[in-house]
């Protein structure tokens, strides 16, 4: 069984960091793109960033440039989402999600979704 689950979220002030992991199971993690996604309250999803089946490749979202960097680790099984420079409008449910598809990049489409966890940024 495919499992997601996110962490790393929690209360920061405009200009924090913080650093959002999904600890991936049931699937071979180094087979699959993976993704970060984000909720705003009251607002539809958003892709955020998405990082390749071996690391190698990684493309973010405009807004995110230079502030959100994406990583994973595949002897943890895991993958991280840096977050600097952290705005009012960062405040969000983030979600990781699984590539559908085997070793392809770009990736195609989002299969698996985690739970999410709670990023607000307010002073």
């Known amino acids: 069984e495919v499992q997601l689950v996110e962490s790393g979220g929690g209360l920061v002030q405009p200009g924090g960091s913080l650093r959002l992991s999904c600890a991936a199971s049931?699937?071979?993690?180094?087979?699959?793109?993976m993704n970060w996604v984000r909720q705003a309250p009251g607002k539809g999803l958003e892709w955020v960033s998405a990082?390749?089946?071996?690391?190698?490749?990684?493309y973010d979202a405009e807004s995110m440039k230079g502030r959100f960097t994406i990583s994973r680790d595949s002897a943890k099984n895991t993958l991280y989402l840096q977050m600097n420079s952290l705005k009012s409008e960062d405040t969000a449910m983030y979600y990781c999600?699984?590539?559908?598809?085997?070793?392809?990049?770009?990736?195609?489409?989002?299969?698996?979704w985690g739970k999410g966890t709670l990023v607000t940024v307010s002073s």
């Open positions: 990082i390749s089946w071996n690391g190698g490749s990684t």
């Open positions: 049931g699937f071979t993690f180094d087979d699959y793109a």
């Open positions: 999600a699984k590539e559908v598809y085997r070793r392809t990049w770009p990736g195609r489409g989002m299969d698996y």
